[in-house]
């Protein structure tokens, strides 16, 4: 239970933190489009990131070089790009924005960058695969309870961050909103890309 526990609450506290991908989840609570399939395609990742650490392949990461370039460079280009579309967005207004007029993305574009948002981002690996996994050795015979513990940490954040956001929805139904929150993510997104290029 206190391996549990500690994978748990670590997790959480890593994942808490708005980024890319939280901000994606967030925007679509708000419209409430494909909150489940967005939520579940998160959790999972997680899930397959935190196992993956867990059972010692961070240690196998850490040691290929090519690896994080590799997701640095992909994950900071996939992120300006939809830093560009977020702050034009945010620019122009434009359809979409009142959650009742119309559907955004399909659920296919919208599952495929979630899943960019995701495996795109060398700082998930850093926190699933290599911390949470090297941290887990501390619990010898336990790796796995506290693996359990993480995973049920994402699964519970992502769900309450998708569904709760539908709170918010009131104040989103003025289109003024929906600028201010894609200048916002538009923000984040380009901020995060620049903390990649340049290495932190």
């Not at 949470?132 to 010898?140: D, N, R, V």
């Amino acid at each position: 239970m206190d391996a549990a526990l500690a994978g748990f609450f670590l997790s959480f506290g890593l994942i808490l933190a708005i980024g890319a991908q939280n901000a994606f989840v967030l925007r679509q609570g708000i419209r409430g489009e494909f909150v489940l399939p967005v939520v579940l395609t998160c959790a999972i990742s997680d899930a397959l990131l935190i196992t993956l650490g867990v059972s010692g392949f961070g240690a196998i990461m850490a040691a290929a070089p090519w690896v994080e370039p590799a997701f640095r460079w992909g994950g900071a280009a996939f992120l300006l790009y939809y830093a560009f579309r977020a702050a034009r967005s945010a620019w122009t207004g434009g359809e979409g924005l009142d959650p009742a007029k119309g559907p955004g993305a399909g659920l296919r574009a919208t599952i495929l960058t979630c899943l960019a948002l995701t495996w795109l981002n060398p700082h998930v690996y850093l926190d699933t695969v290599i911390l949470l996994g090297s941290i887990s050795t501390q619990y010898a015979g336990a790796r796995l309870a506290f693996g359990a513990g993480a995973v049920t940490a994402s699964f519970t954040f992502f769900f309450m961050l998708g569904f709760g956001a539908s709170l918010l929805r009131p104040l989103f139904a003025r289109p003024a909103s929906w600028r201010v929150l894609d200048a916002i993510v538009a923000l984040i997104m380009a901020t995060i890309a620049i903390l990649l290029i340049s290495g932190h």
